[in-house]
């Protein structure tokens, strides 16, 4: 038996890899695998909230699935470009990012991802953080947020093969969950009657394409983390839309019934939005049901806030290790890390958790405009400048290939955010330009194209990617077949 099958068969157990390279003989995994992770983490509470957001906000049930929905496929298409990096590179998303911005420059994005992934973290904990106070009942609120953060760092820690179980064990729990939430909102309302197309207004229309598309967007800056560990020589086409139809599909039922939730008679539409996940319980039918609702939210909330406390953790690694140098970190190192990422994103939670639906609404906006114009470069360099062959070796030394400071592309990033400004359509500022557009928000839009079409002659320029794929000298240069490799 191979050495690969022999970690095959082994089962799950900690994980030893943290930012480094993976090599050949460690890959596992099927890219099926991808499906379950990305449908389970979007099969949860806070997509629900986003999807009513598009109603709340002014447009009507039909419009705004319909709008969810497109957004869904153009923010999910960039999100599974980005996981399709994963098998080639075997590295973290954030580490492959030096390759646009330098080993240093690419510190200056990962600042901005820490803190979406701290807002991600908090966001949830609140409404996770009620559902399990739902079910052990302590009279103070903060208990259930400290509670999940507890189960967040004993996932997160144990690392990738536990938060791929963890995605397996939400997908089917979420599909149950929210399959009979369906039922009973279509029994005991009139769905129908909320969901006749009504009068068409094309701001809010591009409200609820950039909330989704912002919602798939945010996860580009960590989705490879999760697809590294695949063979090599899976193509990269069955990765792409494994990720796209997990993401698309998890996040679109789940935004569609908070689109519902929202669109229903008055009285239980307000009762929605003063109490998320009271709503839900009650809607379930009270109760022993009740109860295993709230689990079923528990298990979605833990499985997506393990990807941003994990995502934290490497890019926080990522940042250290610019500097230091250093590529391998004990587990215990994971774990003082993920202590300390929830414990903050606890104590946001905690303290933050008022008026929980507009800030989040203002949050997920505000994200667009920061990260469109990373993921632009980044999948512009991957797929066109260097054409999917990058230097690994290199973009762990600032004095290689691509050097500690890459100006041209971190002038471009910065050009990016601030072209979008005069389109902003944000609760604390709106953009000049804005108003001619009927209040349409469009900035994600004008960031993408934007930065695309100047990223691509700037790194024809000035960027040298090698001739053929480079990896480090110890490991295998032909990957073994494909059944022999995959799990």
């Given at each position: ?9 082994s089962g799950p ?28 983490a979007n099969m ?306 905690i303290v933050a ?135």
């Amino acid at each position: 038996m191979s050495r690969i099958q022999t970690v095959r068969k082994s089962g799950p157990a900690i994980e030893r890899r943290s930012i480094d390279f993976v090599p050949q003989r460690e890959r596992h995994g099927k890219p099926f695998g991808q499906f379950t992770l990305w449908f389970g983490a979007n099969m949860q509470i806070t997509a629900i909230v986003t999807g009513s957001l598009a109603v709340i906000f002014g447009s009507d049930a039909f419009w705004a699935i319909i709008g969810l929905f497109i957004g869904n496929l153009l923010g999910g298409t960039v999100m599974a470009l980005h996981a399709a990096q994963g098998p080639k590179l075997g590295m973290p998303q954030m580490i492959s990012s030096r390759a646009q911005f330098g080993v240093f420059g690419a510190v200056i994005p990962l600042v901005l991802v820490i803190i979406m992934y701290l807002g991600f973290a908090a966001t949830g904990a609140v409404l996770a953080g009620q559902a399990v106070e739902q079910i052990i009942p302590t009279g103070h609120p903060a208990v259930g947020v400290i509670i999940f953060g507890a189960l967040t760092v004993l996932v997160a820690t144990l690392g990738y093969k536990y938060i791929h179980l963890l995605g397996r064990i939400s997908t089917i729990v979420g599909i149950i969950g929210f399959t009979y939430l369906a039922i009973r909102l279509f029994l005991m309302h009139d769905v129908g009657a909320v969901m006749g197309a009504g009068e068409f207004a094309f701001p809010t229309f591009l409200l609820s394409i950039s909330l989704s598309a912002g919602w798939q967007l945010t996860y580009g800056p960590y989705v490879a983390d999760y697809s590294r560990y695949l063979p090599a020589n899976t193509p990269a086409r069955r990765t792409f839309f494994s990720c796209f139809s997990g993401a698309v599909l998890g996040s679109q039922w789940s935004m569609t019934l908070g689109a519902l939730f929202a669109a229903i008679p008055m009285a239980a539409g307000h009762e929605f939005l003063d109490e998320q996940v009271g709503f839900v319980g009650n809607l379930a039918g009270g109760g022993a049901i009740a109860v295993l609702m709230y689990i079923v939210i528990v298990v979605g909330k833990l499985t997506v806030n393990t990807l941003n406390a994990y995502g934290g953790y490497m890019t926080i690694l990522t940042s250290v290790s610019a500097f230091t140098r250093q590529l391998r970190f004990a587990p215990w190192v994971r774990f003082a890390y993920v202590i300390g990422f929830i414990s903050v994103s606890v104590i946001i939670a905690i303290v933050a958790s008022d008026d929980f639906i507009s800030n989040f609404k203002n949050f997920v906006l505000l994200l667009l405009m920061v990260f469109i114009p990373w993921s632009s470069i980044n999948l512009v360099d991957f797929y066109f400048s260097s054409k999917e062959k990058v230097d690994v070796p290199a973009l762990y030394d600032p004095k290689g290939r691509y050097g500690a400071w890459n100006v041209p592309a971190l002038l471009t990033y910065v050009l990016g955010v601030l072209i979008q400004i005069p389109f902003l359509a944000q609760h604390m500022y709106t953009g000049p330009i804005t108003p001619l557009l009927g209040g349409a928000d469009i900035s994600w839009l004008v960031g993408l194209v934007v930065t695309a079409l100047v990223y691509y002659p700037v790194a024809k320029r000035f960027n040298h990617p090698p001739a053929e794929m480079i990896y480090p000298a110890d490991d295998e240069v032909t990957p073994e077949p494909a059944a022999a490799t995959t799990a």
